[in-house]
């Protein structure tokens, strides 16, 4: 996986049909979907329960793309190599999961997997500050984490501070929690590259009609494209 800072769509499953993860990760990837976001939720961290390492290990061969594992979980350590075995390519663990997130991220990396970190919508950028070289990915939750299509939050003043602190190094930005058309150009322009969107891209589509997702795809994708002037 290299590095770059393109608008990256990165549809959630969490918004897919529970019955047929296979052909819905396919249709997304056919219609166009840059990574795959898969919603790992314990009931514990937040009020909602998905699934585990063993239901991500399954959906891995039908992922060509990069999966992207977002855990909402805690603890977080004990499970960082199960992830790694069922093949996530980022993975990503929530600051307020605690208590360790810098030994968390220098883990995830061990294990050969991309690491990221996400931040609640109360929890300030400063709280990256010295883990900027630990991480490859910082996910800023634009809705309180446990369930889709929730209304967006605004944090673009976040994303700017994150990007400006951020500088040159190779360090996503990704948005989760309410994208669509009209949200996704805030955050585009101040500096996001990666858009998790749920609701926004697997509305009024399904495996028998997948060109409503690559419909709602591309329409995410030149809103924010159309914020680069
Ligand atoms: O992490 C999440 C929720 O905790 C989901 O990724 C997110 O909510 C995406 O769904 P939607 O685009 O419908 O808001
Ligand atoms: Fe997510």
């Given at each position: 996986?290299?590095?770059?800072?393109?608008?990256?769509?990165?549809?959630?499953?969490?918004?897919?049909?529970?019955?047929?993860?296979?052909?819905?990760?396919?249709?997304?990837?056919?219609?166009?979907?840059?990574?795959?976001?898969?919603?790992?939720?314990?009931?514990?961290?937040?009020?909602?329960?998905?699934?585990?390492?063993?239901?991500?290990?399954?959906?891995?061969?039908?992922?060509?793309?990069?999966?992207?594992?977002?855990?909402?979980?805690?603890?977080?350590?004990?499970?960082?190599?199960?992830?790694?075995?069922?093949?996530?390519?980022?993975?990503?663990?929530?600051?307020?999961?605690?208590?360790?997130?810098?030994?968390?991220?220098?883990?995830?990396?061990?294990?050969?997997?991309?690491?990221?970190?996400?931040?609640?919508?109360?929890?300030?950028?400063?709280?990256?500050?010295?883990?900027?070289?630990?991480?490859?990915?910082?996910?800023?939750?634009?809705?309180?984490p446990?369930?889709?299509?929730?209304?967006?939050?605004?944090?673009?003043?976040?994303?700017?501070?994150?990007?400006?602190?951020?500088?040159?190094?190779?360090?996503?930005?990704?948005?989760d929690?309410?994208v669509?058309?009209?949200?996704?150009?805030?955050?585009?322009?101040?500096?996001?590259?990666?858009?998790?969107?749920?609701?926004?891209?697997?509305?009024?589509?399904?495996?028998?009609?997948?060109?409503?997702?690559?419909?709602?795809?591309?329409?995410?994708r030149?809103?924010a494209?159309?914020?680069?002037?």
């Amino acid at each position: 996986m290299s590095f770059d800072r393109k608008i990256k769509i990165a549809p959630s499953i969490l918004s897919a049909d529970f019955a047929n993860f296979g052909q819905e990760i396919q249709a997304i990837e056919s219609q166009g979907a840059d990574w795959v976001h898969v919603d790992v939720m314990d009931g514990h961290f937040v009020p909602n329960l998905t699934f585990g390492p063993q239901a991500v290990k399954a959906f891995r061969p039908h992922v060509k793309t990069v999966m992207d594992v977002h855990l909402m979980i805690s603890p977080v350590d004990q499970y960082i190599d199960a992830y790694a075995d069922a093949g996530a390519d980022v993975l990503t663990a929530h600051i307020e999961a605690g208590p360790h997130i810098h030994r968390t991220l220098q883990a995830i990396r061990a294990a050969g997997m991309k690491a990221g970190v996400a931040l609640n919508p109360g929890t300030p950028a400063e709280a990256v500050q010295h883990l900027l070289d630990l991480t490859d990915l910082i996910c800023v939750m634009t809705v309180n984490p446990g369930f889709g299509g929730q209304k967006f939050i605004d944090m673009t003043g976040k994303v700017r501070q994150l990007r400006s602190m951020i500088g040159d190094r190779p360090v996503h930005i990704e948005i989760d929690g309410g994208v669509d058309p009209k949200t996704a150009p805030l955050v585009a322009e101040a500096g996001a590259d990666v858009l998790v969107a749920g609701s926004a891209v697997f509305r009024g589509g399904s495996v028998a009609q997948p060109e409503v997702y690559g419909e709602n795809i591309k329409a995410i994708r030149a809103a924010a494209e159309g914020s680069w002037t």
